[in-house]
């Protein structure tokens, strides 16, 4: 029962996060008030996230690494760390949901960082979903029973 709550919890925090960064997409549409506060709820959300993933941390330097390991570690820990600078700089730039935070860094800085690292925040996001599309497609397959062709 745990584990089935703890899927549901993971799946609703991934669905939010892509609805979320569908809305940080759309800054022309929301204004930079809107975009800083769906920033800073995509950050939450990408801290729950990493919370939820704590297990893998635990592994992470456990066992044997094999050349698609250390290609999906690579790419997760890039992307944490891109996340993060993203997350930084547009607190850096914040003038509405954490002003206190504005100027930290320089705001021309802040700026170009934020946008470059936004960039490869969706490059590594790509492949990270990529690498984890044969993991849901067998464990829809397991879920859903057969292949599913008709039959």
């Given at each position: 029962?745990?584990?089935?709550?703890?899927?549901?919890?993971?799946?609703?925090?991934d669905?939010?996060?892509?609805?979320?960064?569908?809305?940080?997409?759309?800054?022309?549409?929301?204004?930079?008030?809107?975009?800083?506060?769906?920033?800073?709820?995509?950050?939450?959300?990408?801290?729950?996230?990493?919370?939820?993933?704590?297990?893998?941390?635990?592994?992470?330097?456990?066992?044997?690494?094999?050349?698609?390991?250390?290609?999906?570690?690579?790419?997760?820990?890039?992307?944490?760390?891109?996340?993060?600078?993203?997350?930084?700089?547009?607190?850096?730039?914040?003038?509405?949901?954490?002003p206190?935070?504005?100027?930290?860094?320089?705001?021309?800085?802040?700026?170009?960082?934020?946008?470059s690292?936004?960039?490869?925040?969706?490059?590594?996001?790509?492949?990270?979903?990529?690498?984890?599309?044969?993991?849901?497609?067998?464990?829809?397959?397991?879920?859903?029973?057969?292949?599913?062709?008709?039959?």
């Amino acid at each position: 029962m745990l584990k089935k709550n703890n899927t549901m919890i993971r799946r609703t925090v991934d669905v939010c996060m892509t609805a979320l960064l569908l809305c940080l997409m759309a800054y022309q549409v929301t204004g930079e008030t809107l975009h800083e506060w769906i920033g800073i709820g995509m950050t939450v959300l990408v801290i729950l996230h990493q919370i939820l993933n704590r297990k893998w941390y635990g592994a992470m330097f456990k066992g044997k690494y094999k050349s698609y390991r250390m290609i999906t570690t690579v790419i997760s820990v890039l992307l944490i760390l891109s996340f993060a600078l993203t997350a930084f700089c547009g607190m850096a730039m914040s003038g509405h949901a954490v002003p206190f935070m504005y100027g930290m860094v320089k705001v021309s800085f802040a700026r170009s960082m934020h946008l470059s690292m936004s960039h490869w925040s969706f490059v590594l996001m790509g492949l990270h979903l990529g690498l984890h599309i044969p993991v849901m497609f067998a464990k829809a397959k397991l879920a859903y029973g057969g292949t599913g062709g008709s039959a």
